[in-house]
Structure formats: structure tokens, C-alpha cells
């Protein structure tokens, strides 16, 4: 071969190699692997000119009014309103990737309910968000996973969260009232919780009113005169109660947990319920409904030594995370 042949194909060579990069990505916990479909960007967003993400119409909750954003600035307020903005790095990367998801997911699949507003800081509808937190650690968080979600066969799965597992992520199915399959992203794994959580959140009391217990499975969907007994029914792999026996009705546990107040009963990992006089006391552990990624096990993992992508790869299964701008 000759000189100039040689350097044909060395140029050649190097023109694909820049190609195949540019199409990579990164599956969670593991090296870059090629790119399959990416999850397609809401056709109801807008595009912010150059920069090519989408903007957001937001609502917030406090001052009552709506404004435009980047989904950029938008994932900032709300990593600063889910995580203490102190956190390591890498667990505010993680939570800056599942906040991005879950607000394209939420855009393509959902409409606010509040007028003229893609998304809101309602966190009965979406995720917590506090502005007035934003610092320069999570602006690095974010900006250093801009553009980036995760990715399931081509889609956004369910990016959920929550504050700490007691041990051990639960399915859909048990901990949400989930009425469709569970997700094969979503399996119950260990999750090791960092010794910085609160000690109410690892372990927790929490004691009721007979009237307020008879109130909630009303609210639940199940009706009882008065309360008889009550314990811990149906369970799923990580020992949290999908259903609680009361009066030997079943009545839903996460359900039940909503309507009786999620901050006190702090999750339906119940380890024990016992009736004296008037009251009910409930004893358990974690904090909040178990699925996917716990904020704790992400503090413990960052502590560690892990990334993000590791991270994100510990509480979801075969997720890819990619590049969208």
C-alpha cells in the first residue's frame, strides 16, 4: 500500500471512529455499549433555540403562576428539592438523571392538571422542587448529566424514588397499587442504607386513633362499623405489607398508607401493629413506598466510591443511560 492510500484509510478510519461515538451510550453500571432507539422527546415541548432542549411551561404551587424554563433549570430545582443540596455528588448526578426521566416521561404520557402547564411543583403530581436551594454542587450535578435519561428499549421507564428502603427495594405491584404488570426494569434488590439517615426514618413508631384507622379503609375503599383487629396480610419480597388485614377484610397497604398520612406511617414495611385502649401503634422501618432507587442506598453507594451509572444500575435492570442534547 502507498503513502497516500495509507493516510485514505487512516483518515477513514478515524471519520468512523468519531461516527460510532456519537452514537454511544452508556448502559447504567456498565461500560459504553452501541445506541438502540432513543426515547423520542415529547412532541408538546418546545425546543430552546441552539441549545436544542426542551423548555418547559411550569407551574408553581407557591406563587401561583406559571413560567417558562429549560427542563435544565427546571431538574435543578428539583434535585435541590429531593436531595439535601450537601449530598455527594454522585448521588445527586443519580437523582438528576431520574428527575430528567421522570419529567419527559410525565410530558409524554401526562397532562398537568393545572391549566396551560406542562408539568407543576405539585408533588402530588410530580416531584418536590425548591429553587431557593439551588447550589453550586447541584448545578455541577446537573450540568455534568445535561441531556441525560434513562432508556429502556428504546423508551422512559417509571423513574421512581424514594427516601430510604429499610433494607430492601419492593415491586410496583406491592408497594404502589400498580394495576399493571410489574416492570421487568424493577426487581426487589438489597440496598445498603448510609448510617447518616435519621434514626426516625430507619426505625419508626407511629400511633393512630381506633376513629382514624376506621377512616382511612373507609377512604381506602373498604368499610368497617368498628375496629376489631388489624395486621399485617399480604406481603411481598422485602417483607412490606401489600395488604392489611382489618376486621379480616383486606384492605390495600399502600393505599391505606396514603390515606392515613405518608409522613407518619412512614412505609408499608410494617414489622409490627398492636391495638391498646384507643390507640393503634404502628412500628416499621424506611421511609417512603420502596420502588426503585433509594436516596439513602444512593448516599451509601456515592460514599463508596460508585457512580452514578452504578448507582442508577444497582435499582434498575438492563437501563441504559443516554444522551438527548
Known amino acids: 500500500m502507498n503513502r497516500e492510500k495509507a493516510v485514505l484509510l487512516l483518515i477513514a478510519l478515524l471519520v468512523a471512529a468519531v461516527v460510532m461515538a456519537g452514537c454511544m451510550q452508556s448502559k447504567a453500571g456498565e461500560q459504553w455499549t452501541p445506541s438502540e432507539d432513543l426515547p423520542k422527546i415529547p412532541e408538546k415541548l418546545e425546543k430552546s433555540e441552539g441549545a436544542g432542549m426542551p423548555t418547559l411551561s411550569v407551574y408553581d404551587v ?20 429531593e436531595m439535601k443540596n450537601d449530598w455527594p455528588l454522585e448521588a445527586l448526578k443519580a437523582q438528576a438523571i431520574l428527575a430528567r426521566t421522570f419529567t419527559l416521561k410525565f410530558c409524554q404520557d401526562k397532562d398537568s392538571k393545572y391549566k396551560d402547564a406542562d408539568i407543576s411543583t405539585d408533588v402530588t403530581e410530580a416531584q418536590a422542587y425548591a429553587a431557593g436551594d439551588i447550589n453550586d454542587r447541584v448545578r455541577q450535578a446537573v450540568n455534568e448529566t445535561r441531556g441525560q435519561a434513562m432508556a429502556y428499549n428504546g423508551e422512559y421507564p417509571n423513574a421512581w424514588f424514594h427516601a430510604h428502603a429499610g433494607g430492601m427495594t419492593e415491586l410496583p405491584t406491592v408497594s404502589l397499587d400498580y394495576n399493571k404488570e410489574d416492570p421487568p426494569y424493577l426487581k426487589p434488590v438489597r440496598s445498603k442504607e448510609s448510617d447518616e439517615a435519621p434514626a426516625n426514618v430507619k426505625h419508626w413508631t407511629a400511633t393512630f386513633t381506633r376513629a382514624q384507622v376506621v377512616k382511612a379503609c373507609a377512604d381506602a375503599g373498604v368499610k368497617i362499623d368498628e375496629l376489631e383487629s388489624i395486621e399485617v396480610g399480604e406481603k411481598g419480597a422485602s417483607g412490606r405489607a401489600k395488604t392489611l388485614l382489618v376486621n379480616g377484610k383486606s384492605v390495600s397497604a399502600p393505599s391505606f398508607r396514603l390515606q392515613i398520612g405518608a409522613n407518619r406511617l412512614k412505609s408499608t414495611l410494617i414489622d409490627s401493629v398492636n391495638i391498646e385502649g384507643n390507640q393503634v401503634t404502628f412500628k416499621g422501618r424506611g421511609f417512603g413506598h420502596g420502588v426503585g432507587m433509594s436516596q439513602w442506598g444512593a448516599y451509601a453507594m456515592a460514599e463508596d466510591g460508585k457512580s452514578a451509572e452504578d448507582i442508577i444500575g444497582h435499582y434498575f435492570s438492563d437501563v441504559n443511560i443516554v444522551k438527548l442534547w
Open 62 to 81: 407557591k406563587d401561583k403562576s406559571t413560567s417558562e424554563m429549560d427542563i435544565e433549570t427546571y431538574v435543578m430545582g428539583v434535585v435541590a428539592g
